[in-house]
Nanobody
C-alpha cells in the first residue's frame, strides 16, 4: 500500500534553516508529481510546493518563494523540502503528498495520499 513517511522537523529560530524529507513506498515514485502541504494550528491545510516527476519543474505558494526549495531523488524514492529564512508563520505540521494522477497538484484537493506529517516550529 502507499506509504509516505516524513522526517526532519524540529524547533528552529527565526531566520534559521531546516530540511524535511519524505520516503515513499508502495507505488512507482518516479511517475507521480509530489507536493508538500502544511497545516498551522487552528488553520486549514495549505498547499506549499509541488515538483514534477523528473524534478525539472517546481511550483511554490507566494509566501515561500525564494526561501523554500523542493527537490526529489527518484533513485531513493525520497522527496525533500529545504526551508531557509524561516519565519514564525511557517510553524506548521508539514505533510508530503502524492498528486492525483493527471492533476497539476497546485491545490490541496489534488492529492490522493498524504503522510502523517513532521512538525516544524519556528520560535525564539
Amino acid at each position: 500500500q502507499v506509504q509516505l513517511v516524513e522526517s526532519g522537523g524540529g524547533l528552529v529560530q527565526p531566520g534559521g534553516s531546516l530540511r524535511v524529507s519524505c520516503v515513499a513506498s508502495g507505488f512507482t515514485f518516479s511517475t507521480y508529481r509530489m507536493s508538500w502541504i502544511r497545516q498551522a494550528p487552528g488553520k486549514d491545510l495549505e498547499w506549499v510546493s509541488t515538483i514534477s516527476t523528473g524534478g525539472d519543474n517546481t511550483y511554490y505558494v507566494d509566501s515561500v518563494k525564494g526561501r523554500f526549495t523542493i527537490s526529489r531523488d527518484n533513485g531513493k524514492n525520497t522527496l525533500y523540502l529545504q526551508m531557509n529564512s524561516l519565519k514564525p508563520e511557517d510553524t506548521a505540521l508539514y505533510h508530503c503528498a502524492r498528486v492525483t494522477s493527471g492533476r497539476r497538484g497546485i491545490n490541496v484537493g489534488e492529492n490522493d495520499y498524504r503522510g502523517q506529517g513532521t512538525q516544524v516550529t519556528v520560535s525564539s
